[in-house]
């Protein structure tokens, strides 16, 4: 029997949550052929933003990674509305991560690390991706991580 992306999520601890609604004007997800890209995802967990300031100043670096984490769990939340199953995901082709830093903290890719780490304990090699993790001054609010993730998906619609 096949264990799918959402029993694999599980066995590590984490659930995937209902994919969250846009806090602006734009979509959450949106597919283009067979390229599923994210909008932005903040660490929420229901309507909380779990983790809030500047990483290196009010968070620590820990703490960072966790959000992270968290945000990838909802772009996966996202993915799998637009497309029904994660199982539909071929690769994750990128992932983008935002963290807002203080001054002097350079440690964006431990934090960002979190979201790759949990994409690749989800898809395996599938889930090995290209990335950049940069530092912020300010995220929409006051989000400690924004991530986006493009994913490859199959071709059926």
């Not at 903040?42 to 620590?60: A, N, Q, S, T, Y």
């Not at 960072?64 to 993915?79: S, V």
Request: aromatic share 4%; charged share 20%; net charge neutral.
């Amino acid at each position: 029997m096949t264990v799918t992306v959402e029993q694999r999520l599980s066995e590590r601890g984490h659930s995937l949550p209902s994919a969250p609604a846009a806090v602006g004007a734009y979509v959450p997800v949106t597919r283009i052929g067979n390229l599923v890209v994210t909008s932005g995802q903040l660490p929420m967990i229901g309507k909380e933003l779990m983790f809030k300031g500047k990483v290196g100043r009010d968070l620590r670096e820990d703490d960072g990674y966790h959000a992270a984490r968290i945000c990838a769990l909802n772009a996966l939340a996202q993915i799998k509305a637009c497309v029904g199953s994660l199982d539909r995901v071929k690769r994750i082709v990128r992932v983008e991560g935002y963290v807002q830093s203080a001054d002097g903290f350079t440690m964006q890719p431990h934090v960002v690390n979190g979201a790759s780490e949990l994409l690749v304990e989800a898809f395996g090699d599938a889930g090995k991706h290209t990335r950049i993790a940069v530092g912020a001054n300010e995220l929409p609010l006051n989000a400690a991580v924004e991530l986006v993730i493009w994913a490859e998906v199959d071709g059926a619609s």
